[in-house]
């Protein structure tokens, strides 16, 4: 059974940083498509970074130079440092994992919620 915990959000002054983590169980990080999305109220969900199986990472435009995600393949972990953390990054970050296969199959967290404020 794939298991994926987010943890890290919370309460943090305008120019903060928060670190999210996601702890993955029944699947890994290392060979599938990989990443953090978020999503507020009355929104869609967006990605805001993202790592290839050819591990290629890619950010969205308005966390690019702020925002690094990563992965700890012996933790089975993946993160998402947040930097110079602005209001309108507040929204519930989800751990996303999609494995490739007949047919492929997407993975979610419940999410964490970060706040920022002014």
């Known amino acids: 059974q794939v298991q994926l915990v987010e943890s890290g959000g919370g309460l943090v002054q305008a120019g903060g940083s928060l670190r999210l983590s996601c702890a993955a169980s029944?699947?890994?990080?290392?060979?599938?498509?990989v990443g953090w999305y978020r999503q507020g109220p009355g929104s869609q969900r967006e990605v805001v970074a993202h790592?290839?199986?050819?591990?290629?990472?890619t950010y969205a435009n308005t966390v690019q130079g702020r925002f690094t995600i990563s992965r700890d393949h012996a933790l089975n972990t993946m993160y998402l440092q947040m930097n110079n953390l602005k209001p309108e990054d507040t929204d519930v970050y989800y751990c996303?994992?999609?494995?490739?296969?007949?047919?492929?199959?997407?993975?979610w967290g419940k999410g964490t919620l970060g706040t920022v404020s002014s």
């Open positions: 996303h994992i999609r494995r490739y296969g007949d047919p492929d199959m997407d993975y």
């Open positions: 029944g699947i890994t990080f290392g060979i599938n498509s």
């Open positions: 790592i290839n199986p050819g591990g290629t990472i």
